[in-house]
């Protein structure tokens, strides 16, 4: 089996558990005769990518930012998409995995899956797993993190997308698939539950050993692994004793309410207890102080409030260590309360101290014998052995049974109520618009002619062109490229689009500008993709701008409630089929000022019609002075996105709580350009406070600054 792992954690770097998992799983595939290659970001490659060998498997390193699109699509969209990169080049280089094994944190697999999905190749025949290991979407608001400020935002929904398309979810707990389902109903059908292999290095033979009264705390000062609840717990104990608690882990985590660090924050808050050497905080150290000052525990606390189940607690349980736990994560699937471990419930009050208090009055007989049970424990739970024929059932059942999905695997999937009507012709009809654009046209036409799609015909709405010059091409565009040509009174750019919609005669539809051209794959590849899926009724890509700017537009599939607040889809230039956007997508021409398709695409989606982008640039958009968007302005689109908010109103009630939490945390959403760049909010309030107190109040220099910062706010 020819099996690859994909990862954001991996040694040297890194020593989390996402790394732990890695390396174990690893060495355990390779050890039973898996052929087994992880792919790493490593910003330190220098070149694409680099092949190490260590021990029996493969690890390829690549540089994070070498794509094209890092700078238009945000660090972790762009890593993701590094990866699907790198996977890519790889197959093309002739080695073609059996199986590919992804982390779910930070969404690494979304544009993996998304070449599987949308593009042809080999990929279509490899299944995916996905691996649960601390979902951001999960654990980011327990920890206080703004869920919807970008990216952040962006980050949990790749993740959730990813769950969905995977064509297999692994588990270590209950605890975990459940907390899933919860967030994606229907998840947990093809959630399977393994628990993470350990080899676990056997401590030694002298016994269970301890420095009486310490009290050790390892991992990551959050508020997710319980951190705060346990100081909460100490500041009682301490009114009755001087136990010691020392907490060992990282300790730069931002404590977003504060904006300081988890570290500077409990330093800040007890102060008192760490002056008197009650509480000792260490961050990371290096391995032989950390093994020092856990062979010392007299107990090692794990309070998550909630957690998938964390390496720190098998860990010390391997080493005979005594740990005590909170009933809330997947280490209440590993510990019998009294037999190899303890357990205590955050939700009864005073329950960890009685617990703890319990634990301190054991004699050493007493947790010699727990601390042996803790060892076996994990040796029966974890060891490779255990967790190798689990595993390599669960991927040869998948192996299998492969089959690639007739369904694209959406997110959120209104209801249609739209049934195609039979119509077996391959004809494409594409649409465009027409108003005094004779200077672009034959450009456009011409993309059109080199286009791989054969089956198509070209409707020109000539919207009441008067310009001599556009009016004289038209006869050569049509004697030329076969176009049809209609000729109507101006009615603007929603009534050309639907009459041109309306006596079109293909199974597929497409709009196109005058000015705008499509790379020679465009059209074939959307409507493979139309073919493929029967959930899918229109296709976008990847934008490239040419003349007046030159950088691009990495669009993203529709899906509320993002759409609501801005346009993620190149909707001027979309393939659809033709019937379903007949019954829900015409134009409608009160949105005006160029937004028209825009609300044809919320449209659609609100009825059940979903639509996907195919990751590549397919589509080049004209950037000139004088077009119709470079001339909208803030009062405009104001106007446009009230009509159509009116107009869907009830789609957007149903989203609506989201929808204004990601309004609240980065501002208007015409002012966005993509989810993978945090934005800064001010308002002109601030902005005139701001400026009030640097430049003096009804000077030339304040009037002036004002001026300014008006001006932009109208864009």
């Given amino acids: ?160 997308q990813t769950i969905v398309a995977a064509d297999m979810i692994i588990s270590p707990t209950k605890y975990l698939r459940n907390a899933i389902e919860n967030e994606i109903p229907g998840s947990s059908q093809k959630i399977k539950i393994i628990p993470n292999p350990f080899a676990a290095k056997l401590p030694q033979a002298e016994g269970f050993t301890y420095k009486k009264n310490k009290i050790v705390f390892y991992g990551k000062l959050s508020l997710q692994k319980g951190v705060m609840n346990l100081l909460e717990y100490f500041k009682e104990i301490w009114k009755i004793s ?160 492969y089959s690639f999905p007739s369904l694209f695997p959406f997110l959120y999937q209104e209801q249609q109520s739209y049934h195609q009507v039979e119509n077996n012709s391959p004809l494409l009809s594409i649409v465009i618009p027409y108003y005094n654009m004779g200077n672009y046209v034959l450009e456009t036409l011409e993309s059109i002619h080199n286009s791989q799609y054969p089956y198509k015909e070209i409707i020109i709405v000539n919207d009441g062109s008067d310009e001599q010059k556009s009016i004289d091409i038209l006869p050569l565009a049509e004697k030329k490229y076969g176009c049809k040509i209609i000729n109507t009174p101006n009615k603007g750019l929603a009534e050309a689009r639907n009459t041109g919609a309306k006596n079109s005669q293909g199974r597929y539809l497409a709009f196109l500008d005058p000015d705008d051209k499509i790379a020679p794959g465009y059209y074939s590849k959307a409507i493979g993709v139309l073919e493929k899926f029967r959930n899918v009724y229109g296709a976008g890509c990847f934008v490239k701008y040419f003349e007046k700017r030159s950088s691009y537009w990495i669009t993203s599939s529709p899906q509320p409630p993002y759409i609501l607040a801005h346009n993620s889809i190149n909707s001027s230039a979309l393939i659809y089929k033709r019937d379903a956007f007949l019954k829900a997508g015409l134009n409608d021409k009160k949105v005006d000022y160029g937004l028209e398709d825009y609300e044809s695409v919320i449209s659609m989606i609100s009825q059940g019609y979903n639509m996907v982008v195919l990751p590549e640039v397919l589509f080049y958009y004209r950037v000139r002075k004088n077009s119709m968007f470079r001339n909208i302005n803030r009062n405009k689109l104001l106007y446009s996105y009230k009509y159509i908010t009116e107009k869907h109103a009830e789609y957007f009630r149903d989203h609506a709580v989201e929808l204004i939490q990601i309004l609240n945390a980065n501002g208007p959403g015409f002012l966005f350009d993509s989810s993978g760049f945090e934005r800064k909010v001010f308002s002109i309030q601030t902005i005139r406070s701001i400026i009030g107190k640097k430049i003096p109040k009804n000077s030339a220099a304040y009037r002036f600054t004002k001026k300014i910062f008006l001006l932009l706010a109208k864009k």
Avoid at 292 to 301: I, N, R
């Fill in 1 to 160: 089996m020819n099996y690859w792992l994909l990862t954001t954690e991996f040694p040297p770097f890194y020593g989390g558990g996402i790394a732990t998992y890695c390396v174990n799983t690893a060495e355990m595939l390779a050890g039973q005769g898996y052929s087994i290659t992880v792919i790493t970001p490593d910003s330190d490659t220098g070149s694409f990518y680099k092949k190490e060998t260590v021990n029996n498997y493969t690890v390829m390193r690549f540089d994070p930012y070498h794509s094209k699109f890092a700078n238009y699509i945000g660090y972790y969209a762009g890593l993701s998409y590094r990866f699907a990169e790198v996977v890519e080049q790889l197959i093309e280089e002739g080695n073609i995995p059996d199986m590919i094994e992804s982390q779910d944190y930070q969404g690494i697999a979304y544009y993996l899956l998304q070449f599987k999905l949308l593009k042809q190749g080999p990929l279509n025949n490899i299944p995916v797993i996905i691996t649960l290991h601390s979902p951001a979407f999960l654990y980011l608001n327990i920890n206080r993190v703004p869920l919807y400020k970008f990216p952040d935002y962006q980050v949990c929904e790749m993740e959730k």
């Fill in 242 to 401: 001087n136990l010691q608690l020392v907490l060992v882990g990282g300790t730069d985590i931002v404590y977003h309410p504060q904006m300081a660090t988890m570290g500077d924050y409990v330093k800040s808050l007890y102060k008192k207890y760490i002056s008197d050497g009650r509480l000792i905080i260490k961050d990371k150290i290096h391995p032989d102080e950390l093994k020092k000052e856990m062979s010392e525990a007299h107990v090692v606390v794990i309070p998550s409030v909630t957690d998938n189940l964390p390496y720190a607690l098998i860990e010390n349980m391997a080493l005979g260590k005594i740990v005590l736990a909170s009933v809330q994560g997947g280490q209440a699937e590993v510990i019998k309360d009294g037999e190899n471990g303890f357990l205590f419930d955050h939700n009864i009050a005073g329950d960890f101290s009685k617990k703890l208090f319990s634990i301190l009055s054991l004699e050493k007989e007493g947790l010699q014998k727990i601390s042996e049970n803790a060892i076996a424990s994990i040796i029966s739970f974890y060891s490779f052995r255990q967790i190798f024929f689990k595993k390599h059932d669960a991927i040869l059942e998948l192996k299998n049974n």
